[in-house]
């Protein structure tokens, strides 16, 4: 069973900053992409980012890039997920998982239950 474990959801105002972790007991996440998916009330599922664990390449949606970047810390066996300059549009529940780009999109194997991110003044 993957254990992974999302946390550092919270309230921040418009242009604030958050950063998420993601955290495994199961898994050695250094073996993989690890990326991040977010679930909006009434929309569909947004594919974040998908990144190399070893050397932090990888994908980012473009709604984000230049204002999220994902981190790593191989002793913890953690990845993070900075999110500066916030905006309403950012609020969702927030997954992390191993990643991988599949057939036309970013598939993910998670196991958590989210944590949720709001953005308002």
């Known amino acids: 069973q993957l254990q992974l474990v999302e946390s550092g959801g919270g309230l921040a105002q418009p242009g604030g900053s958050l950063r998420l972790s993601c955290a495994s007991s199961?898994?050695?996440?250094?073996?993989?992409?690890i990326g991040w998916f977010r679930q909006a009330p009434g929309k569909g599922r947004e594919d974040v980012s998908c990144?190399?664990?070893?050397?932090?390449?990888?994908f980012y949606a473009d709604s984000v890039k230049g204002r999220f970047t994902s981190s790593s810390d191989k002793a913890k066996n953690t990845v993070y997920l900075q999110m500066n300059s916030l905006k309403p549009e950012d609020t969702a529940l927030y997954y992390c998982g191993a990643c991988w780009y599949g057939v036309g999109r970013y598939d993910y194997f998670y196991g958590g239950q989210g944590t949720q991110v709001t953005v308002s003044s």
């Open positions: 199961g898994i050695t996440l250094e073996n993989y992409h």
């Open positions: 990144i190399s664990f070893n050397d932090g390449t990888g």
